[in-house]
């Protein structure tokens, strides 16, 4: 591991190359550069998610990590290692102090590995705007996680508001196991399905998620309704026929019930967030399904008609709290 | 982001305190499913909620059930229930999914069925172990003792067959897996005949059947095999088993010549010098000497890997990427096939004799447990192909394979002409070869290409540099097994990966003229862990060329 203190950006890129060279690594094996915008109180659960992904995906991780905007003198502290706490993949960690933190990308656009997609990751918090953040503008893929913010249903919505191809939330890729598990039950009936019901917390984006791509696959209303528990606890279909299909989530198994018919029981897999964010990086291009989903929750038509291309918004935190 | 909370809910959110509305909030993404009358198969009706653009949801087979014959036995053992395990902890499984094993009750080692499947999975899956996941499998699974040539044993398989079917719910879909012998074939269809086993009127759903190599021993016998399994089956709905195009490089060469620009014009014999595929093994013959000595490394490997390989190395682009147009590629390439006229210097047979291996003595095909002495068979084939199309015309394909060669590695290397005038000075090219585009089949499954680059320094001196691909390193997920992708291949009814009856005939014709010349011919001595006999590199030599060392 090499760590600067108090260097340069191109200090940053000739380290990392050292780095590379007697590591033996190549850059063609690189398959993307992620970018994730992180506090320093979350860096440790970022590098397991990370530690965790970077096995499925060779990458270059930078990680920015962005101090005390209102420090006069701005500075850039560096850690650039290849397969230690982040995974087999190479890494750079970067601390900006001052304003340095407001043009992050004059570091990173050189660190990022040549021609490969850029995924930028928002950890702690979503930019209100993405355009905000330039290091949002110049990636490919966007991930947030609502479920973090303060108010997760406001942000979801913000989402929406914001929402450009290229764009998903963890709380999407969190129930892929459950869309899964209802397509393949889906599979097996053959007249069309009249109601739905998503029973869990009504306030969880997931849950949300979840009834939404249902109302936007099935064309008709999917409510939400409230059992215990923080997050979904089982979904039911009725069918013209009369046929019913009930998924239950009972302690990491789902259960598959339906009328004159063994239950069937899966595993259910209890993925942390490293897994997800696997998941969300096999895929570098936009997600329909997503913003379908999204649309129908919001009530925002046509997300994935939007242009997937961002223009900078100049956005200072120090202005917007002196002008409040 | 407090203003977000002011944002219009717009009419049929279902988000927190908002009134149920009774009419559906968006449009429809896609046309609902339309109603069907009942009675159509569910494949014209389609599911609501699968979406071609939702990549995130796997590709899961409809409910089935699959029929394991010969479950004891090795191959069942070493890969099919590991396949099944690996596809269950991938969730590639239907939730209503029942299998079930038919064979006797004598594996090695002893044991109920049980310990059977989780000593089988434990040892030989690729994804890590679950308890879960194998109990969710040893649910699945329902073990039917019995012998194929006992009625009540069949009896039996069917009425459990039927049970398991109705319980779980499956409309009679079944996959059978014959992992049993080829003389078994005739016992076992007849049974299934019987029963009504492979009666798909009956059934109300599909009925396939697998069946695995070797596919007879000749032309005529691969006739007799094919008819007596289509007669039971039909045609379309028998999947032989050509593992080595599960493989995930052996479906990236289509990717590699069809899906880019930057091969597809030098693919012709105006830019290629010639072909070699090899597939090398390391090991002998194993505890298969009876099978391998009536056999040999040309029926054995020959007849179906490498002209599968050389089928699709050599094939016109497929009008679309769909089992039947590919199919015809393939055919046509495989009827084109030319043996060389001059047998006795361009097809090649060895058989390994004593000598040393990765530090160990390795004994002489002949001093094998089972080997009778003075056997003729070969472990060692090489043969120059020529293909008779516009695309290939004077472009020689030598193709070889052999047990007991230094190491275990198949490959596809296209070589390139030499550039038709260099202008650097003689000494200047002289590490220069030839431009070579290798497709790794296994290990390290990727791609080479190799070309001339300038060595650094005040002199012009070019020198053979090479490009690594590494599936490893530049995807994402790791490549499932062979026999992973082609179950489930076999479940979802998609054939693309599975040789055709007229592809296997066509292979027996090329095989069949160079059998007939071997037979009169016996193999050449080679030392175990050399790369072949003599007159292999000879082969090579009398044209110019030399092998590659993979």
């Given at each position: 591991?090499?760590?600067l203190?108090?260097?340069?950006g191109t200090?940053?890129?000739?380290?990392l190359?050292?780095?590379?060279?007697?590591?033996g690594g190549?850059?063609?094996?690189?398959?993307?550069?992620?970018?994730?915008?992180?506090d320093?109180?979350?860096?440790?659960?970022?590098?397991?998610?990370i530690?965790?992904?970077?096995a499925?995906?060779?990458?270059?991780?930078?990680?920015?990590?962005?101090?005390?905007?209102?420090?006069?003198?701005?500075?850039?502290?560096?850690?650039?290692?290849i397969?230690?706490?982040?995974?087999?993949?190479?890494?750079?960690v970067?601390?900006?102090?001052?304003?340095?933190?407001?043009?992050?990308?004059?570091v990173?656009?050189?660190?990022?590995?040549?021609?490969?997609?850029?995924?930028?990751?928002?950890?702690?918090?979503?930019?209100?705007?993405?355009?905000?953040?330039?290091?949002?503008?110049?990636?490919d893929r966007?991930?947030?996680?609502?479920?973090?913010?303060?108010?997760?249903?406001?942000?979801?919505?913000?989402?929406?508001?914001?929402?450009?191809?290229?764009?998903?939330?963890?709380?999407?890729?969190?129930?892929t196991?459950?869309?899964?598990?209802?397509?393949?039950?889906?599979d097996?009936?053959y007249?069309?399905?009249?109601?739905?019901?998503?029973?869990?917390n009504?306030?969880?984006?997931s849950?949300?998620?979840?009834a939404?791509?249902?109302s936007?696959?099935?064309g008709?209303?999917?409510?939400?309704?409230?059992?215990?528990?923080?997050?979904?606890?089982?979904?039911e279909?009725?069918f013209?026929?009369?046929h019913?299909?009930?998924l239950?989530?009972?302690?990491?198994?789902?259960t598959?019930?339906?009328p004159?018919?063994?239950?069937?029981?899966?595993?259910?897999p209890n993925?942390?967030?490293?897994?997800?964010l696997?998941e969300?990086l096999?895929?570098l291009?936009a997600?329909q399904p997503?913003?379908?989903?999204?649309?129908?929750?919001?009530?925002?038509?046509?997300?994935?008609?939007?242009?997937p291309?961002?223009?900078?918004?100049?956005?200072?935190?120090?202005?917007?709290?002196?002008e409040? | 982001?407090?203003?977000?909370?002011?944002e219009?809910s717009?009419?049929?959110?279902?988000?927190?305190?908002?009134?149920?509305?009774?009419?559906?909030?968006?449009a429809?993404a896609?046309?609902?499913?339309?109603?069907a009358?009942?009675?159509?198969?569910?494949?014209?009706?389609?599911?609501?909620l699968?979406d071609?653009?939702?990549?995130?949801?796997?590709?899961v087979?409809?409910p089935?059930s699959?029929?394991?014959?010969?479950?004891g036995?090795?191959?069942?053992?070493?890969?099919?229930?590991?396949?099944?395990?690996?596809?269950?902890?991938?969730?590639?499984?239907?939730p209503d999914?029942?299998?079930?094993?038919?064979?006797?009750?004598?594996?090695?080692?002893?044991?109920?069925f049980e310990?059977?499947?989780?000593?089988?999975?434990k040892a030989?899956?690729?994804?890590?172990?679950?308890?879960?996941?194998?109990a969710?499998?040893?649910?699945?699974?329902t073990?039917?003792?019995?012998n194929?040539?006992?009625?009540?044993?069949f009896?039996?398989?069917?009425?459990t067959?039927?049970?398991?079917n109705s319980?779980?719910?499956i409309?009679?879909?079944?996959?059978?897996y014959?992992?049993?012998?080829?003389?078994?074939?005739?016992?076992v269809?007849?049974?299934?005949e019987?029963?009504?086993?492979?009666?798909?009127?009956?059934?109300?759903?599909?009925r396939?059947?697998?069946?695995?190599k070797p596919?007879?021993?000749?032309?005529p016998?691969?006739?007799?095999l094919?008819?007596?399994v289509?007669d039971?089956?039909?045609?379309?709905?028998v999947f032989?088993i050509?593992?080595?195009l599960?493989?995930?490089?052996?479906?990236?060469?289509?990717?590699?010549?069809?899906?880019?620009?930057l091969?597809?014009?030098?693919?012709n014999?105006n830019?290629?010098?010639?072909?070699?595929i090899?597939?090398?093994?390391?090991?002998?013959i194993?505890?298969?000497?009876?099978?391998?000595d009536?056999?040999?490394?040309a029926?054995d490997?020959?007849q179906?890997?490498?002209?599968?390989?050389l089928a699709l190395?050599?094939?016109?682009?497929?009008?679309?990427?769909?089992?039947?147009a590919?199919?015809i590629?393939?055919?046509?390439?495989?009827?084109a096939?030319?043996?060389?006229?001059?047998?006795?210097?361009y097809?090649?047979r060895?058989?390994?004799?004593?000598g040393?291996?990765a530090?160990?003595?390795?004994?002489?095909?002949?001093?094998?447990d089972?080997?009778?002495?003075?056997?003729?068979?070969e472990?060692?084939?090489?043969v120059k192909l020529?293909?008779?199309?516009?695309?290939?015309?004077?472009?020689?394909?030598y193709?070889?394979t052999?047990?007991r060669?230094?190491?275990?590695v198949?490959?596809?290397?296209?070589?390139f002409?030499?550039?038709?005038h260099?202008?650097?000075?003689?000494?200047?090219?002289?590490?220069?070869?030839?431009?070579q585009l290798?497709?790794?089949?296994?290990?390290?499954?990727?791609?080479t290409?190799?070309f001339?680059?300038?060595?650094?320094?005040?002199?012009?001196?070019?020198?053979?540099v090479?490009m690594?691909?590494?599936?490893?390193?530049?995807?994402t997920?790791?490549?499932p097994?062979?026999?992973?992708?082609?179950?489930?291949d076999?479940?979802?009814?998609?054939?693309t990966?599975?040789?055709?009856?007229?592809?296997?005939?066509?292979?027996?014709?090329?095989?069949?003229?160079?059998?007939?010349?071997?037979?009169t011919?016996?193999?050449?001595?080679?030392?175990?862990?050399e790369?072949?006999?003599?007159i292999?590199d000879?082969?090579l030599?009398?044209?110019g060329?030399?092998?590659?060392?993979?």
């Amino acid at each position: 591991m090499t760590t600067l203190w108090d260097t340069t950006g191109t200090a940053v890129v000739k380290a990392l190359a050292a780095e590379r060279r007697t590591g033996g690594g190549v850059t063609s094996g690189l398959a993307l550069t992620l970018v994730v915008v992180v506090d320093e109180k979350d860096i440790g659960d970022v590098e397991a998610a990370i530690r965790t992904a970077s096995a499925k995906h060779p990458m270059r991780v930078l990680v920015v990590i962005r101090r005390q905007i209102d420090t006069p003198i701005p500075r850039l502290d560096a850690e650039i290692e290849i397969g230690g706490r982040y995974g087999p993949g190479e890494s750079v960690v970067l601390r900006m102090y001052g304003r340095l933190a407001l043009h992050a990308e004059s570091v990173t656009l050189p660190l990022l590995a040549p021609d490969a997609p850029v995924v930028a990751w928002f950890y702690t918090q979503t930019p209100e705007l993405i355009a905000h953040d330039p290091l949002g503008v110049f990636a490919d893929r966007r991930i947030t996680n609502v479920i973090r913010d303060e108010d997760p249903i406001a942000s979801m919505h913000q989402r929406a508001t914001d929402y450009a191809p290229g764009d998903t939330d963890l709380t999407w890729t969190v129930i892929t196991p459950w869309r899964a598990a209802l397509a393949s039950a889906f599979d097996t009936v053959y007249t069309r399905c009249t109601a739905v019901t998503v029973k869990g917390n009504p306030t969880d984006p997931s849950a949300l998620l979840l009834a939404g791509w249902l109302s936007a696959r099935l064309g008709i209303y999917v409510p939400v309704e409230h059992a215990p528990g923080k997050y979904i606890s089982s979904v039911e279909a009725f069918f013209e026929d009369g046929h019913t299909i009930t998924l239950r989530n009972d302690n990491y198994r789902l259960t598959l019930s339906r009328p004159n018919q063994m239950d069937s029981i899966a595993p259910f897999p209890n993925r942390t967030t490293g897994d997800v964010l696997a998941e969300e990086l096999r895929r570098l291009d936009a997600d329909q399904p997503y913003a379908q989903a999204l649309g129908a929750v919001t009530g925002q038509h046509d997300l994935d008609e939007r242009s997937p291309v961002r223009t900078h918004i100049w956005y200072d935190p120090a202005m917007a709290t002196s002008e409040a | 982001m407090t203003e977000t909370q002011t944002e219009p809910s717009a009419a049929g959110a279902p988000g927190p305190g908002t009134e149920a509305p009774t009419e559906a909030p968006v449009a429809p993404a896609s046309t609902p499913k339309p109603d069907a009358p009942p009675g159509t198969p569910p494949a014209l009706v389609g599911n609501p909620l699968r979406d071609p653009r939702d990549r995130r949801l796997p590709r899961v087979p409809e409910p089935c059930s699959f029929v394991l014959f010969g479950v004891g036995g090795d191959l069942s053992r070493k890969k099919l229930l590991p396949a099944f395990y690996d596809l269950m902890h991938r969730g590639l499984l239907p939730p209503d999914f029942v299998l079930i094993g038919f064979s006797r009750p004598d594996w090695p080692g002893g044991g109920d069925f049980e310990a059977l499947l989780r000593n089988s999975c434990k040892a030989s899956a690729r994804t890590e172990w679950d308890d879960e996941v194998f109990a969710r499998l040893a649910r699945a699974i329902t073990f039917v003792p019995g012998n194929f040539d006992n009625d009540a044993d069949f009896d039996t398989l069917k009425r459990t067959l039927d049970e398991q079917n109705s319980s779980h719910g499956i409309k009679g879909n079944t996959a059978f897996y014959l992992s049993i012998p080829p003389a078994l074939f005739p016992t076992v269809l007849q049974q299934m005949e019987r029963t009504g086993l492979a009666d798909e009127k009956a059934a109300g759903g599909w009925r396939r059947v697998v069946v695995e190599k070797p596919f007879g021993h000749d032309l005529p016998s691969a006739l007799a095999l094919n008819k007596l399994v289509d007669d039971v089956f039909g045609a379309g709905d028998v999947f032989r088993i050509d593992h080595y195009l599960g493989k995930e490089t052996v479906q990236n060469l289509m990717a590699l010549r069809f899906a880019n620009q930057l091969f597809e014009p030098v693919w012709n014999a105006n830019f290629v010098d010639h072909i070699q595929i090899t597939m090398a093994e390391d090991v002998g013959i194993g505890g298969r000497a009876a099978f391998y000595d009536a056999t040999g490394a040309a029926r054995d490997v020959l007849q179906n890997h490498l002209l599968q390989l050389l089928a699709l190395t050599a094939m016109e682009e497929p009008v679309e990427f769909t089992a039947e147009a590919i199919q015809i590629e393939k055919l046509k390439v495989l009827r084109a096939i030319t043996i060389p006229s001059d047998l006795e210097n361009y097809a090649v047979r060895g058989q390994y004799d004593q000598g040393w291996q990765a530090g160990e003595r390795a004994t002489a095909y002949l001093d094998e447990d089972g080997i009778k002495q003075g056997s003729t068979t070969e472990t060692y084939a090489a043969v120059k192909l020529g293909i008779d199309t516009r695309r290939w015309a004077g472009v020689p394909f030598y193709i070889r394979t052999g047990k007991r060669l230094p190491k275990r590695v198949s490959e596809i290397a296209v070589l390139f002409k030499k550039a038709p005038h260099l202008p650097f000075s003689h000494t200047d090219t002289e590490e220069l070869g030839r431009n070579q585009l290798v497709i790794r089949v296994q290990p390290d499954e990727g791609v080479t290409l190799k070309f001339g680059s300038k060595v650094p320094g005040s002199m012009m001196e070019v020198r053979d540099v090479s490009m690594d691909f590494l599936y490893g390193e530049a995807f994402t997920e790791s490549s499932p097994e062979a026999y992973e992708r082609l179950m489930l291949d076999v479940m979802l009814g998609d054939s693309t990966l599975f040789p055709r009856n007229a592809e296997v005939e066509a292979s027996w014709r090329v095989i069949d003229p160079l059998e007939q010349f071997w037979a009169t011919h016996p193999p050449q001595k080679y030392r175990s862990g050399e790369w072949g006999p003599t007159i292999s590199d000879d082969m090579l030599a009398r044209d110019g060329r030399a092998w590659r060392r993979p």
